[in-house]
């Protein structure tokens, strides 16, 4: 095996302009593995883990870039490498006239700033985040590995001041009609949300959308808000603010559970709320009742949109597949299964789609192993090796070190799914797929091909791949709903408009095929 | 003091982007306005001279 690498010392490049570069290099012919990645600490262990050492990248630090390629080929090597000026060029965006060096020279030389949207490397975004605050900005903090002490201090400064921060770690939000970070494309309307998790809210904003009212504002917290600890601050702070704010009608809370004393502060809170409250804490097992007449608790992100449609007076429903064309369709697929195909493997991309889809198996009795459990004893130890049902979060941090997320980067998925064909027990394959801006342009054709070679790898011993998926976005995103749900059922992909009945589906189909092996 | 969420979601978005550079542009493709900051690791990453840098300033 042959590789080599380019340093260039001081050329700083954003991890999504680092992923583009990546995936034309991995499309190379010839290229085995590759690396576009700035030499921070952790990075240059991944370089040593594909067998890049040498002391002149020791030596480079976060302000340097290092690309790296490996190939059985020398000459695939050295040509790739010779290419990189052309690659780093035609991906630069032509530099904009008004850039500043820094958050106080930008926030000086334009006081109508009220937001901060900051998606640097976590060991650094604490210290943009609070300059951000001390200038009066709200903030939105996409950056991941912000150490837990530094977001309660920004969140006590922020709180002091007034200010909200949405995050760390926090993917989605829409304000006054604006998406920000990954958000889809939605109608303004009377449902307003806040909640912890970033996929469970675009979920629920899509589905409002597609039932045809809209979302007056969604409140992202980062996934640790509601920590005893952080102490739901982002969380307290934002259900205020959509009480007070006329356009909203109804509030939805969509989260993992709240560690207890958290929970209590902020069932504390929901009791006085003028208005209806519709909480979906995913994977609590605890009832919660006595918090008022305005209280809801659901199960699951469908009933929550269907709730918050029904106190919002909205005549609009939830989409949602027929029950009689459900229950065809299980028979079909169960009856072209081989007689060894048992199991379900699910591949998100979304992490609140795995635990939900856990939430939706566990409740008919099925047990599921995943690298983010809802259940601790169904830890699955080794990630990359699903046992029985298993669902996998590829947005998990161990599948995204130094690479982007399965969001807008498919090249783990697309592995793994070729991995879970070839296991002849697995029955049922769950995907989902994510629209919206920031996304990948084309979430469906990243996984086409990768599903097709599944499907026939199936067929190849006797076998009936049953595929099934749901897509979270709206009509209105750029990569076009209808195409996407079009190409993936062309192919044979089961389409479902939300995860939670996507999750049934696959539920109903394991239960069917266990009554038809037990002759029930 | 006073909570200026409310003002959050009522006035227009001015946005600072400091980072990846699609998270601006997703807002300018929704006509807000979006002052980018070219952001680099400060003191080429040295935490050390970092904390040094913020005492002094």
């Not at chain 2, 542009?25 to 935490?47: F, H, M, N, S, T």
Request: aromatic share 6%.
């Amino acid at each position: 095996m042959a590789s080599g690498f380019v340093i260039r010392k001081n050329e700083y490049y954003d991890s999504v302009f680092l992923m583009r570069i990546a995936k034309t290099l991995n499309e190379e012919p010839g290229v085995q593995q590759s690396a576009v990645v700035m030499a921070t600490d952790a990075n240059k262990k991944l370089l040593s883990d594909i067998g890049i050492t040498a002391s002149s990248v020791d030596q480079s630090g976060p302000n340097d870039l290092v690309v790296a390629v490996v190939s059985e080929n020398p000459a695939v090597v050295e040509q790739v490498l010779a290419t990189l000026d052309q690659r780093l060029q035609s991906f630069s965006k032509p530099t904009r006239p008004a850039s500043y060096r820094s958050i106080d020279e930008a926030a000086l030389s334009n006081t109508d700033t009220n937001l901060a949207v900051i998606s640097v490397p976590g060991e650094f975004a604490a210290r943009e985040a609070r300059k951000a605050l001390e200038r009066g900005n709200h903030v939105f903090l996409f950056s991941n590995n912000v150490p837990l002490d530094e977001e309660i201090e920004l969140k006590q400064i922020a709180q002091r001041r007034g200010l909200l921060v949405m995050g760390p770690d926090c993917g989605t939000g829409i304000i006054n009609g604006i998406g920000i970070g990954f958000a889809n494309i939605v109608r303004r309307g009377p449902v307003g949300v806040v909640g912890a998790s970033g996929t469970g809210l675009q979920e629920f904003t899509s589905l409002v959308h597609q039932a045809g009212s809209g979302i007056s504002h969604a409140i992202g917290t980062g996934s640790r808000d509601l920590l005893d600890a952080v102490g739901g601050i982002t969380t307290l702070m934002g259900f205020d603010a959509l009480e007070s704010d006329p356009t909203t009608r109804v509030i939805a809370i969509i989260s993992k559970p709240a560690q207890p004393e958290t929970l209590q502060r902020l069932m504390e809170r929901i009791q006085k709320s003028s208005k209806p409250v519709i909480a979906c804490f995913l994977g609590l097992e605890r009832h919660l009742a006595g918090y008022g007449p305005n209280f809801s608790q659901v199960q699951s992100i469908d009933e929550a949109v269907e709730l918050a449609l029904y106190h919002a007076a909205q005549k609009s429903k939830l989409v949602v597949r027929e029950e009689a064309d459900m229950e065809r369709l299980a028979e079909r697929e169960i009856n072209a299964w081989a007689p060894q195909q048992r199991y379900l493997r699910g591949l998100f991309a979304g992490g609140t789609f795995c635990y939900q889809s856990q939430q939706v198996l566990r409740a008919t009795g099925i047990p599921v192993y995943s690298n983010s459990p809802l259940d601790k004893r169904y830890h699955l130890e080794n990630p990359d090796i699903s046992l029985e049902n298993s669902l996998i979060d590829l947005g998990d941090d161990i599948y995204t070190q130094g690479i982007p997320h399965p969001m807008i980067y498919a090249v783990q998925r697309r592995k793994r799914i070729a991995v879970e064909a070839a296991d002849p027990e697995v029955a049922i394959l769950l995907l989902d797929f994510i629209l919206g801006y920031i996304a990948s342009p084309d979430p469906a054709g990243d996984l086409l091909d990768a599903i097709q070679d599944a499907k026939e790898t199936a067929a190849m011993r006797g076998a009936n791949l049953t595929v099934v998926a749901s897509i979270c976005g709206t009509d209105k995103d750029p990569q076009d709903y209808d195409r996407q749900k079009k190409v993936l059922e062309q192919v044979g992909v089961h389409v479902f408009p939300s995860n939670t009945q996507a999750a049934r589906f696959c539920a109903k189909l394991i239960l069917a095929a266990q009554g038809a092996r037990h002759g029930t | 003091m006073e909570p200026k969420t409310g003002e959050l979601l009522t006035n227009p978005i001015v946005a600072i982007n400091v980072g990846v550079q699609d998270f601006g542009e997703a807002l300018e493709q929704q006509a807000v306005k979006v002052i980018y900051v070219d952001w680099a690791p400060p003191a080429g990453g040295d935490q050390e001279m970092i904390d040094l840098l913020d005492q002094l300033l």
